[in-house]
C-alpha cells in the first residue's frame, strides 16, 4: 500500500477530521481543498448532521457512517462535536467526517451539502407535547435554515427538530423569504411513527414486522399521527395504481379494539418513550447503573453545569429514532441516486388535503419528492381520525407561519 502526500500533509488531513480550521491556521486556502478520504474511498453524498451530539444525534452520525452512500459527513452541534466526531472518524468505513462547533462555523458546514438531517434542539420531558418545544426549537429551526439558504441552498432538508407539524412550515418561510424554497426539497421526518406502526402491528398479528407496512399519514404528534390500518394489505397496488409492482403484505384485518389499541399505541408511542425513560433512569441510577451516570454527567456539563443537570436527566441516546431517521435519509440518498420506487411516509408541501402540509406516501427521486400519493380509501374510524387530525394540524401549522411571517 502506498501513502498518499509527505509525512506534514498527511498529519494535516488527520487533523482536519477533526477539526477543519486546522488547515486554515496551517495557511491552506481553504476547506475545499481538504482531501479527508483514504485513498481508494469511494464517491458519494455529502450529508450534514445539525445537533450531531444530541441524543438522536450521536447514533444517526454512527449510523450515517456506515451507509455506503454516504462520503463526507459533517457533524455540526453547538457543544460536544469535537468527542463525538473523533469517536465517529475511528469507524473503518469509507464516509468522511468532519467536525464543525458552535454558529461561526455553521455555513463552512453547510457548504456543498447533498442532504442536511437536522436533529437540532430540545427534547421533550415527561409530561410535555411537542408543540411545548415550540418556544426554543422554532429559533433554532430557523438559524439552522437560514444557514440552508446561503450555503446550499439545493440540498435535501430532512427536518427532524420537534414539533415538526409546526418546524417544516417555519423552514418552509424561512426558505420563501430568501427565495430558494423548493417544497419538494423540504421534508419533516415522520418515519419514526411508521416504524412503530409495523412493530406493534407484527406484535397484534404476530408477524415479522419486516413483512408488515402501514401507511401513517397527517403529522407528528398525538391525533395527527393517523394510522391507516385499513390500508395495511395491498392498498399501495389497488390504490395509487402504481406501474411498479411493490410488494402485497399478508392480507389481515382488525377488531374495533384491536384498531383502537394500535391508533392509540401508535399515536403515543413517542410519549411511552419520554415518561418510560424517567422511570428507567431513576430506576437504574439507584442500581448505580455506570453508564447513567456517566450519560448525566456528560450531558450536565453540556447543557452547561449543576443547575440544569435536573432538565437534562430525561436526554437520553435515541437508537430507534436514530435508526428511523437513517432510514428515512437513506431513502432519500437512494432517490438522488436514481433508484426506481423509493417511497415513504414524509410530513411535506401538500394539496392531498386543504392543509398547506400534510404526511403522506411521497415517492423520492433525483431532485427530492417526485410524486405524492393520494390517501387512499379510509374507513369510518379513519375518516373521522382524519378530521381531528386536520384540526389541530392546521393550528401548528399556522403557528410556524406566524413565526416567521410575525
Ligand atoms: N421527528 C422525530 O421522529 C424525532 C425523533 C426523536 C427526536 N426528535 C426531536 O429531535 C430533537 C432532538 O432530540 P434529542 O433527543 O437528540 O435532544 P438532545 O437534547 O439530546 O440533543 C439536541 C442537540 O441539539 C443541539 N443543539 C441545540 N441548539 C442547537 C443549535 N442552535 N444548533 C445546532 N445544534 C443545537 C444540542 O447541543 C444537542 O446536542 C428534539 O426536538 C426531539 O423532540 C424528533
Ligand atoms: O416524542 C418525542 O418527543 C420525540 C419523537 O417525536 C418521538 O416520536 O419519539
Sequence with gaps: MQANGNANQRIARISAHLNPN???????????????????????FKVAILGAAGGIGQPLAMLMKMNPLVSVLHLYDVVNS??????????DTGAVVRCFLGQSQLEDALIGMDLVIIPAGVPRKPGMTRDDLFNINAGIV????????KCCPNAIVNLISNPVNSTVPI????????????PK????????????????????????????????????????????????????????????PIQVKP?????????????????????????DFLYLFLSCSLLGSAW????????????????NTINALDSHIKIPQ??????????????????????????????VTELPFFASKVRLGRTGIDEIYPLGPLNEYERVGLEKAKKELAESIQKGVSFIKK
Excluded at 394510522?227 to 395495511?232: A, E, G, K, T
Excluded at 389481515?252 to 384491536?258: A, G, I, L, M, V
Aim: proline content about 4%.
Design 322 to 351: 436514530a435508526y428511523a431517521a437513517v432510514k428515512f435519509a437513506d431513502a432519500c440518498l437512494r432517490g438522488l441516486r436514481g433508484d426506481a420506487s423509493v417511497i415513504q411516509c414524509a410530513f411535506v408541501a401538500s394539496q
Design 171 to 182: 423552514a418552509a418561510e424561512v426558505f420563501k423569504k430568501a427565495g430558494t424554497y423548493d
Design 251 to 275: 392480507p389481515c384485518s382488525f377488531t374495533p379494539e384491536e384498531t383502537d389499541y394500535l391508533t392509540s399505541r401508535i399515536q403515543n408511542g413517542g410519549t411511552e418513550v419520554v415518561e
Design 185 to 244: 426539497r423540504l421534508l419533516g421526518v415522520t418515519m419514526l411513527v411508521v416504524v412503530r406502526a409495523n412493530t406493534f402491528v407484527a406484535e397484534v398479528m404476530g408477524l415479522d414486522p419486516r413483512e408488515v407496512e402501514v401507511p401513517v399519514v397527517g403529522g407528528h404528534a398525538g391525533v395527527t399521527i393517523l394510522p391507516l390500518l385499513s390500508q395495511r394489505e395491498s392498498s399501495l397496488l389497488i390504490s395509487y395504481n402504481l406501474s411498479t
Design 292 to 307: 447513567l451516570y456517566l450519560q448525566r454527567i456528560r450531558i450536565s456539563k453540556s447543557w452547561g453545569g449543576i443547575g
Design 142 to 149: 430557523k438559524t439552522l435554515c437560514e444557514g440552508i439558504t
Design 82 to 91: 469535537p468527542g463525538v466526531t473523533a469517536d465517529i472518524s475511528h469507524m
Design 22 to 44: 486546522y488547515l486554515k491556521m496551517e495557511g491552506s486556502s481553504g476547506l475545499q481543498q481538504v482531501s479527508c478520504r483514504a485513498k481508494g474511498g469511494a464517491p458519494g
